[in-house]
Each structure stands twice: as structure tokens, then as C-alpha cells.
């Protein structure tokens, strides 16, 4: 009798075991989570209004946070950022069976993504949604603890890391004090705003070995001689980009990634915001991975490079601006030749050369043609919640080239500044692309 009741609960415990929910880890080995948390940091960006510089450092840290505890479930595939970005060293291991590591990786994603943001209590009860269901789907307190607790480990390794980058060094550096001569950059309408990150050069580079490694080709000298090959293109910036329709209104509009744009009607002033242009890049890489069906490390390793990829390029392109200082054309349009012009974009609160568009766009769309090849065709959605239709691109390169063209259209750049900046973006892509090693089979 004592027999048959241990063979019955033998039974019972196994049956049990077979019945057991374990949809949370299929739910976590979906890349659609990760992507999830991705967009919800976005959106956050975009409600805290973050500039395109530091909106890149918002991305950065989260991201490699994540791909560095992914990559030890993954040694047989992914290397470590430790010892190729700057001053990283090797993160704690984990030790503990119990650990998810995909969920490792989300919570320390969230963790140190809720430290660099203003709206914190957005990241908590994303966190607590996401986690309440994964519990419905079987997470246990046991695994939720261990993975969290090691998450966090691993979120405070990376944020006394990041604390060591000058950022916050910069919050407390002198502004830009305006320059009289007519080639510098001076405050744009409407609101006239103060320079943007005038410092950004003295943030630590990740993979680039300074700042200053690859400076573009100087601007073209300042003139207002007809004859000047700057007067010529400040001219086709005045014939172009003050038309409210013309061929290129479309593609300006889609690209324009502005964080905040002011609108003034008569005594009152309202204004919108949207996705910054590293914010675009960070979901043309979610679009991707999702289509070419990556995995759930593939899409953390995906985002993690074109996130360090940003950071440099925003370095390398901010460098330039605050060095050469070039005048925006609508300031000497409004100046010498019409003072009603008006771009068909509002024009950003910094220095004109070289085109931060050209040179990210060109850095991201060479990291992901690394990662998912030349002739990736996609469409691209992240600017429907704005208002603005898809648009299909047959290359990651095709699109950073309509990105840079667009500042033309837009009003907001002369030519010089796109092309050129197309230039630095392929020096620093190319660059990060030959240096920062991550998968074991390159």
C-alpha cells in the first residue's frame, strides 16, 4: 500500500511537472519584447525632449547593458564589448542557474535606461506590465528575483562605466558665446534657442580613438561674391529649400526627426515633437531585424551596434560643427537677400557644417548593411505616428543618401554639408565596422 501511494505521487509530481507553464520563456526568446522596450524608450525620448547628442547616449548604454549578458548565453556566437570600447572592462559573471539571461538582459536594459531619462515612472510601469505578464505565463518569483538581481548587477557595472564618459562634466561648461562676423552661426528663427552641446567633443568616444580622428575636409570659404562657390550654394539652398512644395517636400518632412519644432500663432505658442534622428535610425533597425527574422540576441547585438555606431558618429559630427561654426543659410538669406524667406523646416539650434543627417545616417546605415547585407529592401513605418506615409528603400545606403538630400530640400543645409558629411560618415562607419568585433564568425 505504502508502494502504490509513493508510485501515485510520483505520478502526480510528474504529471504536474508536464503541465507546468513555461510560455515565458518562449515569450522571452521572442525578439518582439526586446523591441517593445526599445520603442518604449523612444517614446520616452521623445516625451522628455532630448537632443539628438544626448538622445544617442540614451540609447548607448541600455543596449550594451543587454548585449553584454546576452552574449554569455551566446559565447559560441557573440563577443563582449569589453576591451574594444573604451575604458569597459569585463562585466560580473553570472553563476547562478536559475538566471534567465534573456530577461537578465531586458531588466538590465530598463535599469539603466530608466536612469538616463526624466520620466522615470513611464520605464516602471512598463517594467511592471511586462513582468506581470510574463508571470501569468508561468515566470516564477524565483527566476524573476535571480534575473532581476543579476540584471541590476550587471546595470550598475554599466552605469559607473558610463558615469566616467564628461557628460556630466559638460552640463556645467561655459555656452557658446555668439561671434559679430557674418560666417559664424549665429540664433535662428522663431525662438532663437542657444546653441546645442557645444561641448559634445569632450564625451568619450567608444570605439573612435578621439573626437578629432576623423575631421571632414573644410567648408568652403565664406563669401558673398556672386561668383563664390559659397554664394552659389547658399543661392540653391534659397531657390530649393524655401519652396513649400516642391519635389523634395515629401522626403524633407519624413526625415526632418526635429525633437521640437515651435509653432507661433499670433501671441500664442505651441509645439510638437518627434523622434530624433539617431530615434529613427534605432527604429529602421528594429524594422529590419524583425524582417529578416533575427533572433532575440541577433536584435539586441543589432541594436547594441548601431547605438555605439550613433555615439561616435554624433562625436565626430558635433566636433566639426562647434570648430568651423558655419552660419545656417537661412540666417544670410534673411540677411542679403530676402528677409521673409523661411526654410521649409524650422532650423535646428546649432552650427550648420558638416550635416549631423548626412554623417549619422551614412554610420548606422553602413553598421546594419555590416550586419543584414548590401541589398536589404525594407519599408519604412517609424514615421506613420507622426502623420507621414511609408517610404521604400531598396538599401540601408540608399536611405542615409535621401536623409542627407533631405536637408536640402528642407532649407537647412548647403550642399557642401551633405556631401562631405556623407564623407565623414563612411570614414567613421567604416571604421567601427573594421575595429569592434562581435561575432565569432568575422
Known amino acids: 500500500m505504502r508502494i502504490k501511494s509513493i508510485y501515485f505521487c510520483l505520478i502526480l509530481i510528474s504529471t504536474t511537472a508536464c503541465f507546468e507553464n513555461n510560455d515565458y520563456k518562449e515569450k522571452l526568446k521572442d525578439p518582439a519584447i526586446y523591441n517593445a522596450a526599445m520603442k518604449q524608450l523612444t517614446d520616452i525620448i ?11 547616449r540614451v540609447y548607448t548604454y541600455p543596449n550594451i547593458a543587454a548585449y553584454e549578458i546576452i552574449s554569455q548565453a551566446y559565447p559560441e556566437d557573440f563577443i563582449s564589448f569589453s576591451g574594444q570600447l573604451t575604458d569597459l572592462i569585463t562585466i560580473p559573471k553570472n553563476e547562478d542557474p536559475t538566471v534567465n539571461m534573456h530577461l537578465a538582459a531586458l531588466h538590465a536594459f530598463l535599469t539603466v535606461g530608466t536612469e538616463l531619462i526624466f520620466s522615470e515612472e513611464k520605464m516602471h510601469e512598463f517594467q511592471n506590465q ?36 564628461n557628460y556630466k562634466e559638460t552640463r556645467t561648461d561655459l555656452k557658446y558665446l555668439i561671434r559679430s562676423k557674418p560666417q559664424y552661426w549665429k540664433p535662428t528663427p522663431p525662438d532663437y534657442m542657444e546653441g546645442i552641446e557645444p561641448h559634445w567633443n569632450k564625451i568619450r568616444t567608444m570605439v573612435l580613438d578621439s573626437a578629432q580622428q576623423y575631421v571632414p575636409k573644410p567648408p568652403l570659404s565664406f563669401s558673398m561674391d556672386e561668383n563664390s562657390l559659397f554664394f552659389k550654394e547658399l543661392m540653391e539652398v534659397y531657390t530649393i ?30 509645439a510638437t515633437k518627434k523622434i530624433t534622428p539617431g530615434g529613427h535610425w534605432m ?26 555606431s550613433l555615439f561616435d558618429a554624433f562625436i565626430s559630427c558635433w566636433d566639426e560643427k562647434w570648430r568651423s561654426v558655419v552660419v545656417r543659410p537661412e540666417t544670410l538669406i534673411n540677411e542679403y537677400i530676402d528677409e521673409d524667406w523661411a526654410p521649409l523646416l524650422q532650423t535646428p539650434p546649432f552650427p550648420e557644417y558638416t550635416s549631423g543627417h548626412s554623417v549619422i545616417s551614412r554610420v548606422a546605415a553602413l553598421t546594419l548593411t555590416e550586419l ?26 540608399q536611405a542615409s543618401e535621401e536623409a542627407a538630400l533631405s536637408r536640402l530640400y528642407g532649407g537647412i543645409h548647403y550642399r557642401m554639408a551633405i556631401d562631405n558629411g556623407l564623407a565623414q560618415g563612411d570614414a567613421v562607419g567604416n571604421y567601427i565596422n573594421n575595429t569592434l568585433k562581435t561575432r565569432k564568425q568575422y
Open 372 to 397: 543584414l547585407g548590401n541589398d536589404f529592401s525594407f519599408e519604412d513605418t517609424s514615421e506613420m505616428e507622426y502623420g507621414l506615409p511609408t517610404r521604400s528603400f531598396d538599401s540601408f545606403l
Open 46 to 56: 521623445v516625451h522628455d525632449i532630448f537632443s539628438p547628442p544626448v538622445a544617442s
Open 241 to 270: 529649400g524655401g519652396q513649400v512644395e516642391n519635389q523634395g517636400e515629401d522626403i524633407a518632412k519624413f526625415w526632418d526627426c526635429n525633437p521640437y519644432v515651435s509653432h507661433h500663432r499670433g501671441h500664442a505658442m505651441f
Open 130 to 165: 511586462t513582468y506581470q505578464a510574463l508571470k501569468a505565463d508561468g515566470l516564477s518569483r524565483r527566476v524573476l528575483k535571480s534575473s532581476m538581481s543579476y540584471g541590476d548587477r550587471v546595470a550598475s557595472h554599466i552605469l559607473k562605466w558610463a558615469d566616467g564618459d
Open 283 to 308: 527604429e529602421i533597425s528594429s524594422i529590419a531585424t524583425s524582417q529578416a527574422g533575427s533572433t532575440y540576441a541577433e536584435t539586441i547585438h543589432a541594436h547594441a551596434r548601431v547605438a555605439i
